[in-house]
Each structure stands twice: as C-alpha cells, then as structure tokens.
C-alpha cells in the first residue's frame, strides 16, 4: 500500500473512533453500529466494517484511545509534580476542564464500564489507573494513600457527571488534599 493511501486509512480510523466516541456520548454503547458510526464521521455507510470488523473492535478502538490520551495527559503531570501544592492544584484545574465538556467525558466512562464486563478490555483502563497511581506517588510512598487517590480520581469525576453543577478546581484541588499530603 503507497504512503498516500495508508495515511489515509489512518486518518480515516482516527475520524471513525471519534465518532464513534461522539455516538457513545449521544446514544450510549448501544446506539454503536457500524452504519451509525460511518454515518457520523461523514464517511460511506461501509468505511466502519471495513476498519473495524466487529462492534467490539470499534468500541475497543475508543476506549484504547480515551484511555491512552487521559495516561498520558497524567504522565506529563507526574512527571512535572513535584508533590507540592502547584502539582496537585494542575491536575485540580484540568479536573474541572473536562467535566465542564462532560459529552467526551460520559462516553469514556460508559466505555470504561465496558471494561467491567469484559476482561480483555482492561488493559487501556489499567493504564490509565497506573498512570493516576504515577501522579499520587509523587506526593506519597504509601500504597494505600496512592489507591485511594486513583479510586478519588475515577470517583468524583463520575460523580461530577451526575450534578448539574460538577466541582469547581478550588472544590476538587480540596477533595484531592483530602488524600495526598504536599511539600508546600
């Protein structure tokens, strides 16, 4: 295959997993079928059978990708955290972004619940938990404080989708203080 047409290819996979992503958010995981997703990126009615073959390899696809992105949004702040108030005020602030967009963020959790039913989906999900765990041990060595800090996290940003006023960054940098200690 020339570079041309595998770059497009590519391009045309990314466009069909943010669709589907947008599906989800608007329809849930049920309202996912390949003409569905096709239709919402803009493309032939065929283009998500021929990328993906099942359901299962789509909404796998999504959940990779959410999942993939929030790690590595986490590991740049862990790896800028020095545990100090600033760090953990970073990661309050970005909290309070995505929940104010919460149509992104509803459908990463309903994939992410996906992940409960179906063990061979847990591996963008895990990553995405070692990376919370990544951030918390920068303000702490106990294991347990770090635990809490991912079920937090994954936590009030659920709860967060289920009010209509989710927690300001003042209100979640406090919530998170709850659990990690800072430097200063």
Not at 106 to 122: G, I, M, Q, W
Not at 165 to 170: I, K, W
């Amino acid at each position: 295959m020339s570079d041309g047409r595998r770059i497009k290819g590519e391009r045309r996979k990314r466009e069909l997993v943010e669709a589907t992503l947008r599906v989800v958010a608007r329809d849930g995981v049920a309202g996912v079928s390949h003409r569905t997703v096709s239709k919402e990126a803009g493309q032939p009615a065929t283009s998500a059978a021929y990328y993906f073959s099942s359901i299962r390899d789509l909404l796998t696809a999504a959940l990779t990708r959410c999942m993939d992105e929030d790690a590595e949004r986490m590991h740049r702040l862990a790896a800028a955290a020095d545990g100090g108030a600033d760090s953990l005020r970073g990661l309050a602030v970005l909290m309070a972004e995505v929940v104010r967009g919460p149509s992104s963020l509803l459908a990463e959790y309903e994939l992410y619940l996906l992940a409960a039913k179906d063990a061979t989906l847990r591996l963008p999900t895990e990553r995405w938990m070692a990376a919370v765990a990544d951030f918390a041990t920068r303000f702490t060595d106990d294991p347990v404080r770090v635990q809490a800090f991912v079920g937090l996290v994954d936590g009030v940003m659920l709860q967060a989708l289920l009010t209509d006023h989710p927690p300001t960054a003042a209100e979640f940098e406090a919530i998170l203080r709850t659990v990690l200690p800072q430097d200063g």
